[in-house]
């Protein structure tokens, strides 16, 4: 999972946050104070509009501290400006500056740890911003045990993800400092972090209330819309082009033999929560109109597992479908969808319930809604419980059943496990670049044997993608 972000500070000056919000923006790392120990010009600006615009936010603080106590004074300063106010993402140290580079290991380890406590001691999150060659040569093996925001982009940065530099540690990678977002006047800094600190937010109730309404999905799969307004509960039975489904009939059934992608959301969060809940969480009911969720969601460019995805039509010049995202694995995103069918593009009006999947970057305009799921309680969460697939893995990442994978084996799981190899820069033999052919032949089984290999046995090098590298590999 990658999610892309930007962080900016008063050198930015007013930003058009609904443009920044509207293009799709993972998260926000604000610059909170400065030197001197002020607080940044735009901060409180720069906060309120993350806020409005549902832009999951984090803090950074650029420290200037050769003590202890000046350092401690930094973090209480932070603690003052947040006034309790809440961050999805850590309060983030940045260590860079060139008079702390002579205080040696041990008077940054602890001076690290004293700002950590007081972070961690007023309920944030904690974490460690520098590039790679403090991260190498200056910061201590004691503070590695914490999560870091690595910078590293290239001489001749123009704003793009360099797959070549990226860090193979660390949670978050800057990786451009001269990157163009619309809503922004100049250049940003972007980045790309692989742990989502929003998801977190709802704790357990909110990850079983996604599992909850995308298992109701799921159980749909296979569903055929109905030549006529009979046997509609049937998945299989009266099958036809004419759009007469259930999820009309319980919905809206005046307008039964309308076109139905949206509406299926729609039924899936009542069934899963409750006519009221499911108007909370959508916004609007019923939800039967895809173009309508701009109007009331901040259109997000990266997916997160339980997100409502509404799929742009180029030549239209609007979204024209929708469909519930049930897993994340690199830049390919997985759905189920109503009103569609199995072949690979996106497909409105196909007449069915399927299970698809597609690569983020080759879907420009796309966007991704977010359900606030903290609002399920427990109560509607285990109401008309729906049987789950014990196979399946959950936590905020990702939610699919992976198959094993070894030699001539084909489908999903191999494309999945060859997408994941070469994101880590894994080839086949005489380093030939694998390719996504679905297919597990001797190049691939060389890159995960390498893999593998690499993972100082953690896993056994058997060229096998069982239940255990398969787990290893998704928790990196």
């Known amino acids: 999972m990658e999610i892309k972000g930007i962080d900016v500070s008063a050198w930015q000056k007013n930003i058009d946050w609904k443009t920044v919000a509207d293009y799709g923006m993972g998260f926000a790392i604000l610059r909170i104070t400065e030197a001197g120990n002020v607080t940044d010009n735009y901060f409180e600006k720069n906060y309120a509009a993350c806020q409005e615009y549902n832009i999951p936010t984090g803090v950074y603080k650029y420290s200037y501290a050769m003590t202890i106590t000046e350092i401690e004074s930094e973090a209480q300063k932070i603690i003052s400006v947040l006034a309790g106010r809440k961050l999805q993402f850590p309060v983030w140290l940045d260590l860079e500056w060139n008079n702390q580079r002579i205080l040696g290991a041990e008077s940054l380890h602890k001076m690290t740890e004293a700002f950590e406590k007081i972070i961690v001691n007023a309920g944030y999150k904690f974490g460690i911003y ?11 093996s004691h503070l590695k045990k914490y999560e870091f925001w690595v910078a590293r982009y290239p001489q001749n940065d123009n704003g793009t993800l360099q797959e070549r530099l990226r860090p193979d540690f660390g949670v978050g990678w800057q990786y451009s400092s001269k ?6 006047a100049g250049t940003v800094d972007r ?54 489904t259930k999820y009309w009939r319980d919905v809206k059934p005046s307008w039964n033999g309308d076109y139905w992608c949206a509406v299926f959301i729609a039924w899936c969060f009542m069934k899963a929560f409750g006519l009221e809940i ?16 701009k109007k009331y969601f901040t259109l997000n460019a990266n997916p997160k597992v339980g997100d409502i995805v509404i799929f742009w039509s180029n030549s239209k010049k609007e979204f024209v479908h929708t469909g519930l995202v049930t897993a994340v694995i690199g830049d390919r995103f997985y759905t189920i969808e109503g009103n569609t069918s199995g072949a690979s593009a996106v497909i409105a009006n196909g007449g069915g319930v399927c299970a698809k999947s597609y690569l983020n970057s080759q879907l420009p305009g796309t966007k991704f809604c977010t359900p606030d799921y903290s609002i399920v309680n427990g109560t509607n969460i285990t109401a008309g419980e729906t049987k789950t697939d014990n196979n399946l893995v959950t936590g905020g990442k990702y939610m699919f059943a992976p198959e094993t994978v070894q030699l001539g084996s084909k489908g999903t799981s191999v494309l999945l496990l060859q ?7 894994y080839k086949g033999r005489n380093s030939k670049p694998l390719s996504l052919d679905r297919e597990a032949g001797d190049n691939t089984i060389y890159a995960l044997k390498a893999y593998q290999k690499d993972r100082n046995g953690v896993l056994e090098v058997d060229g096998v993608c069982g239940p255990a590298t398969w787990k290893d590999l998704i928790a990196i």
């Open 130 to 140: 520098c590039n790679v060659d403090w991260y190498e040569n200056v910061i201590c």
């Open 179 to 184: 990157a163009k977002i619309p809503g922004i």
């Open 191 to 244: 980045n790309v972090f692989y742990k989502d600190y929003a998801a977190q937010k709802g704790g357990t109730n909110m990850d079983k209330a996604i599992e909850k309404v995308i298992m109701i999905a799921k159980n749909e799969i296979g569903y055929l819309e109905k030549k006529s307004n009979s046997q509609l509960d049937d998945k299989t039975a009266n099958a036809g082009s004419a759009n007469y």
């Open 278 to 293: 499911a108007k909370k969480l959508l916004k609007h009911w019923p939800y039967v109109y895809c173009p309508d969720m």
């Open 419 to 425: 997408e994941i190899l070469i994101a880590r820069g």
